[in-house]
């Protein structure tokens, strides 16, 4: 009986790892439109390779009437582009990439649009990069 009990113990303790939960981030904008706050949110499931862009939530600085704040919830599954000792990177290679540094929790985010030359009916390629100021929290705020 104490082998049963010592063995069942014993894989409990081992196996606390098996169960860990994904990190939630919260990463704010660090140049937001002006009278803004904006945060957008990940889960990040490191052990399972799972990472998910959960939304953007933006409020405004001031507000006459009840709340101005803007949710949109997102659930959107990013693949990994590379996972290197300092950086992880999620999402679409070079069109719609979050590339996270793993010291400060500081975000990249790079992507691209097409825009109109006039009205000729021709385009071309606009690159942007956005950047944000990571933490870890515990729950969603919406």
């Given at each position: 009986m104490k082998k049963l009990f010592l063995t069942i113990l014993l894989t409990l303790v081992l196996s606390g790892?098996?169960?860990a939960?994904?990190?939630l981030l919260s990463c704010l904008d660090n140049d937001p439109d002006p009278g803004t706050i904006s945060n957008d949110y990940f889960s990040l499931d490191l052990e399972n390779k799972k990472y998910t862009y959960l939304g953007m939530l933006v409020k405004t600085k001031e507000c006459a009437l009840?709340?101005?704040s803007k949710v949109t919830e997102a659930n959107r599954n990013l693949p990994l582009i590379y996972d290197e000792p300092g950086y992880i990177s999620i999402g679409t290679e070079d069109k719609d990439q979050y590339t996270f540094n793993k010291q400060d929790l500081s975000l990249t985010w790079a992507?691209?649009?097409m825009e109109e030359i006039g009205t000729s009916n021709t385009f071309k390629k606009v690159e942007?990069?956005?950047y944000y100021s990571c933490s870890k929290?515990?729950?969603l705020p919406y």
């Open positions: 790892g098996a169960y939960k994904p990190i009840g709340d101005c992507s691209y649009y942007t990069i956005y929290i515990n729950k």
